[in-house]
């Protein structure tokens, strides 16, 4: 049992960043736990079924704790660290496949007027975006900080053109900012904050 908490807590340690302050994990907490309740409830009252709503909890869980996580100091000093190259970077983004995940999710729903391109297409134009802005911030490292910024609010106008998910409405404003302004550009820190040695 005492193996299981101590690896529990490793993977809480890196997910929030060794140098998270104790404000840190109750906010990481609090936005995820707020994120799992209100996603399911939105698309439930939106028409989703019960896998569908579930789903949306799961999505919510990742992204809505990630968009405060992923800004703190303690997480961008983590991933910034000696040995996270850009290859890292990638990978993290890679990963987050969650447009398609949104795209199932909006499948049967009535479409919004709002929504203009098939799920596929929404799908494809979002995780395309999101890898490019990725390169593009971690080519031009110098840049970082207003790439970071300004691919985030790219994202968004990009997610008002395609139309937003009629049942995870909020999925764009946890996806980039998590993503873009947070892990790929650490935006909110300077060089020196992400150089600086750890707190005491």
Not at 1 to 8: E, F, Q, R, T, V
Request: aromatic content about 8%.
């Amino acid at each position: 049992m005492s193996g299981a908490l101590a690896g529990l807590r490793r993977a809480w340690g890196e997910f929030v960043g060794p140098e998270a302050t104790p404000v840190n994990h109750v906010l990481t907490a609090a936005t995820t736990l707020a994120g799992a309740v209100a996603a399911p409830v939105v698309a439930s009252r939106r028409g989703a079924d019960t896998g569908r709503a579930v789903a949306a909890c799961l999505l919510a869980v990742d992204l809505a704790g990630g968009v405060y996580v992923n800004n703190t100091r303690a997480c961008a000093r983590w991933y910034e660290r000696p040995g996270q190259g850009d290859a890292a970077h990638l990978k993290f983004a890679a990963l987050h496949v969650h447009p398609a995940a949104v795209a199932w999710l909006d499948s049967g729903a009535v479409r919004s007027a709002r929504r203009r391109v098939p799920g596929p297409v929404w799908a494809a134009a979002h995780y395309g975006y999101l890898m490019a802005s990725t390169v593009m911030i971690r080519r031009f490292a110098s840049r970082r900080r207003p790439l970071g910024a300004a691919l985030t609010v790219g994202g968004l106008v990009l997610d008002g053109l395609l139309g937003p998910s009629p049942r995870a409405p909020w999925f764009a404003w946890a996806y980039y900012p998590k993503l873009l302004l947070g892990h790929a550009g650490a935006s909110w820190w300077s060089d020196d904050d992400l150089r600086a040695a750890p707190r005491p």
